[in-house]
């Protein structure tokens, strides 16, 4: 018994100089008394590639996850549990999750009391951005949500 607590002394030692953290005490234990094998998890990169987006900006890139909410808020598409990843996959994203969280900041565009200055500032900028991307009968809402924006920005700007 002895050789092992002095073995699992060396091993603790060890361990402290990785800073490795574990969540109980008992997988430590687990981990001093038995020796153990380092695990390494080879993965293929190629199998773990996200979808080529069939939609992107005008100039390649694709378009972020805030962007793709706002468009589609614009459009009338709503984004639903049940179609998030799809929507995702369409524009090169792996997963739609963030993508409800974001279409539900969209829902709330005009609610601009909670926000800062540069908050404020910066969603000007995202739906400026996107509204080259939007059909023509589509604008004039966004082009009059960016006008009461921008007069948002400047009473904020007073302060």
């Not at 800073?19 to 153990?36: D, G, Q, R």
């Not at 598409?77 to 997963?95: D, H, R």
């Not at 974001?102 to 509204?131: G, P, V």
């Amino acid at each position: 018994m002895k050789e092992k607590y002095e073995q699992r002394k060396i091993d603790e030692t060890n361990f402290n100089n990785y800073s490795f953290m574990f969540l109980t005490p008992i997988s430590v234990l687990n981990l001093f008394v038995h020796e153990f094998e380092p695990i390494i998890i080879y993965r293929d990169p190629i199998e773990e590639k996200l979808p080529t987006p069939e939609i992107v900006k005008s100039d390649g890139t694709k378009f972020a996850m805030k962007e793709i909410a706002y468009l589609h808020f614009y459009n009338g598409e709503q984004i639903t549990k049940e179609n998030n990843n799809e929507v995702a996959k369409k524009y090169g994203w792996g997963s739609g999750h963030k993508l409800i969280q974001n279409y539900s900041d969209a829902r709330k565009r005009l609610n601009t009391k909670e926000l800062s200055y540069q908050e404020l500032k910066n969603r000007i900028d995202l739906i400026s951005s996107i509204i080259h991307y939007l059909p023509d009968n589509k604008k004039p809402k966004l082009q009059d949500d960016l006008r009461k924006l921008n007069l948002d920005l400047e009473n904020k700007r007073d302060y």
